[in-house]
C-alpha cells in the first residue's frame, strides 16, 4: 500500500474502501447537514477524486441537500449502519471519505473548517474542559 492509498472500514467490518492518490482537501464541515448526519459538532472529511475509489460490501443510500443547498447521497454500511462517505452532487467527479472511519485516523491533517458559523460547542472548541486520556474515572 503506497502512502498515496486510503483506506476504511465500517463499524463491523461488512464494508470497507479504498481510495488513490493524494487528498484534493482536508476539512472539518460544521454545515447542519454534517452535523445531523454525523450526530457531532462537525465532520471530519478527506476529499479524493472518485475514479480511485472502490468500495466492498453492501452499502445503503441516502440523497438530501448538503450544507451547499445541492443534493449530497451520504453512504452506509447496510449492516451496522456506519457513515462511510458521501458524494457530492455540487462535485461529481469527488468522492468524500468520513476521516472517522480510516483504517489510520492519523493521516487526517485538516486544512481548513468550513461552515463555521454553525459551529457550537459541541465541538469543545473554546470550552475549559477536564479531559482524559482514556475513560473518565
Known amino acids: 500500500m503506497s502512502d498515496q492509498t486510503w483506506t476504511g472500514a465500517c463499524l ?14 482536508s476539512l472539518i464541515c460544521h454545515c447542519r447537514d454534517c452535523q445531523r448526519a454525523s450526530g457531532s459538532a462537525g465532520m471530519p472529511v478527506v476529499v479524493l477524486r472518485k475514479d480511485g475509489f472502490r468500495v466492498k460490501g453492501e452499502i445503503r443510500s441516502f440523497t438530501c441537500a448538503g450544507g451547499s443547498g445541492v443534493d449530497t447521497t451520504r453512504n452506509f454500511c447496510a449492516a451496522c449502519g456506519s457513515l462511510l462517505f458521501g458524494l457530492p452532487g455540487h462535485a461529481p ?3 468524500t471519505i468520513y476521516a472517522g472511519t480510516l483504517d489510520d485516523p492519523s493521516r487526517f491533517q485538516p486544512t481548513f473548517a468550513q461552515f463555521t458559523q454553525s459551529r457550537f460547542a459541541l465541538d469543545g472548541h473554546g470550552l475549559d474542559l477536564t479531559e482524559y486520556s482514556g475513560g473518565a474515572p
Open 12 to 25: 463491523c467490518g461488512s464494508v470497507c474502501y479504498a481510495a488513490e492518490g493524494a487528498p484534493l482537501a
Open 93 to 95: 467527479d469527488i468522492v
